[in-house]
């Protein structure tokens, strides 16, 4: 299995672009969710999802879409980039039929906004 | 609102030294804790996982932590630790159900010869 996919490794912006990262994931996992990583912050939770069609707001959801349209994928937009939002990106996803299992993350998507 | 406070930004030992790292959390029910780690580069390895029973929790790599209710505390400890686990570590809380997991700010773990 591949587990958590995230695409690209690697993303430069200008201000004001748009693009959306890519998560998916291959275990049939109900809950995903997406953080940002910064330096001396730990990870934010900006938004996850208990399922297709269900989605909700972490604590950072601000300049962030999210939609789940199939349980394998869980992308996250960027509307128009801020400066902000230079960070590392990671998607994570958990069974939600086993009582508190832990969550699986992908390897980071590294965004710099110039 | 559930939170976690890892005091310390980054340690440094000596390779064969014992370690610990703290991590206290806040949770108005039961807590269910994690630790993980993140060697450069790479994303987040779950080390540990405390959900009921036993408060002492074995992990990989030699890792154990103790749940301790009374101080609200789920450190994280390694009798030797090697050169190879130099790399961040982060304390997590969760509950029940859709609870969102919270993690803490991380501790950076240096090891010098």
């Known amino acids: 299995n591949a587990g958590v996919t995230q695409t690209p490794k690697f993303q430069v912006l200008k201000t004001g672009q748009s693009m959306t990262l890519?998560?998916?994931?291959?275990?049939?996992?109900?809950?995903?969710?997406?953080?940002?990583?910064?330096p001396g912050m730990g990870l934010r939770l900006i938004h996850y999802s208990v399922g297709a069609g269900i989605t909700d707001q972490g604590e950072v959801p601000n300049g962030y879409n999210v939609s789940r349209s199939t349980t394998e994928d869980f992308p996250l937009r960027l509307l128009s980039?801020?400066?902000?939002?230079?960070?590392?990106?990671?998607?994570?996803?958990r069974p939600m039929g086993q009582k508190?299992?832990?969550?699986h993350f992908g390897n980071g998507t590294r965004l710099t906004v110039t | 609102a559930q939170s976690v406070t890892q005091p310390d930004i980054h340690i440094t030992v000596s390779?064969?030294?014992?370690?610990?790292?703290?991590?206290?959390?806040?949770?108005g029910a039961t807590p269910y804790l994690f630790w993980y780690v993140q060697s450069p580069g790479q994303?987040?390895?779950?080390?540990?996982?405390?959900?009921?029973?036993?408060?002492?929790?074995?992990?990989?790599k030699g890792f154990e932590a103790e749940f301790k209710r009374s101080q609200s505390s789920f450190n994280l400890r390694k009798p030797s630790v090697h050169w190879s686990d130099a790399a961040e570590y982060f304390c997590a809380v969760g509950g029940s159900g859709n609870t969102p997991l919270v993690f803490g700010k991380g501790t950076r773990l240096s090891v010098i010869a």
């Open chain 1, 100 to 103: 508190n299992s832990p969550l």
């Open chain 2, 43 to 60: 994303g987040l390895q779950l080390l540990l996982k405390y959900f009921s029973g036993d408060t002492l929790v074995q992990g990989i």
């Open chain 1, 22 to 38: 890519q998560c998916a994931q291959d275990m049939n996992h109900e809950y995903m969710s997406w953080y940002r990583q910064d």
């Open chain 1, 81 to 93: 980039a801020a400066p902000s939002q230079t960070s590392v990106y990671f998607c994570a996803s």
């Open chain 2, 15 to 27: 390779e064969g030294a014992s370690l610990e790292l703290r991590c206290n959390y806040s949770y």
